[in-house]
């Protein structure tokens, strides 16, 4: 009968080290284009501290492919995998269409947005979703999305710091203005330092 709030706090008062934790967005409205944002991506339509970016499939292999379910659908990948922080985006009503059967008008879900996270900014994460246990999990979600993309809407003759949000974007992140940042200043390096990571290897 525990929450997932309170196996964080015990696990931190057993001193626990974090190595990951997924924190996943359901879209139940279809707010997210998954292959519109990938194309923004192509075309530079967004302010993002990732360096990044991949997707598989493509929005037009949706309706050419009605034959071959596997190869229905788009996820857009924002980081890298090898990072400690990477967001993945999929349509997940196409997933239940090829998993379970489930037609694409009856899916629940239509879009998943997955924040992954591990080691330091995993274990950040969690510090902010306990002192944020009242607000709920959305509150620090959407924060840690908020710091690291926002897309955006391109206007002619307009430099991109003055661009508008995206509208679908606008509308699936809310009235959310807060960022988390999940790094802390690098320490500087010392001979300490040096010699403990040596001893280590």
């Known amino acids: 009968n ?4 309170d196996f964080f706090v015990i696990a931190q008062g057993y001193k626990g080290i974090v190595k990951r934790i ?20 192509a075309h530079e339509e967004l302010i993002s501290l990732f360096r990044s970016w991949r997707t598989y499939q493509s929005g037009a292999m949706i309706r050419a492919h009605e034959d071959a379910p596997e190869l229905m659908g ?10 400690d922080i990477y967001f993945c985006i999929y349509e997940k009503n196409y997933e239940q269409y090829v998993k379970n059967g489930i037609p694409l008008e009856e899916a629940e879900v239509k879009n998943r947005f997955e924040i992954r996270l591990k080691n330091e900014r995993a ?53 959310c203005q807060r960022e988390i940042r999940l790094t802390a200043a690098p320490e500087p390096y010392t001979l300490e330092r040096s010699l403990n990571w040596l001893t280590r290897q």
Do not use: P, Q
């Not at 997924?22 to 991506?41: F, M, N, R, S, Y």
């Open 22 to 41: 997924d924190i996943a967005i359901d879209d139940c409205v279809g707010w997210l284009d998954v292959a519109g944002l990938a194309e923004k991506c």
């Open 123 to 175: 274990e950040r994460v969690i510090d902010d979703l306990v002192t944020h246990e009242e607000e709920g999990v959305g509150y620090t979600a959407f924060a840690v999305v908020n710091h690291y993309v926002r897309f955006l809407r391109a206007e002619a003759g307009k430099e991109k710091r003055e661009w508008k949000l995206d509208a679908g974007w606008e509308s699936f992140m809310g009235a």
């Open 74 to 83: 788009c996820t857009l990948y924002l980081g890298t995998m090898k990072s």
């Open 2 to 5: 525990r929450s997932w709030f």
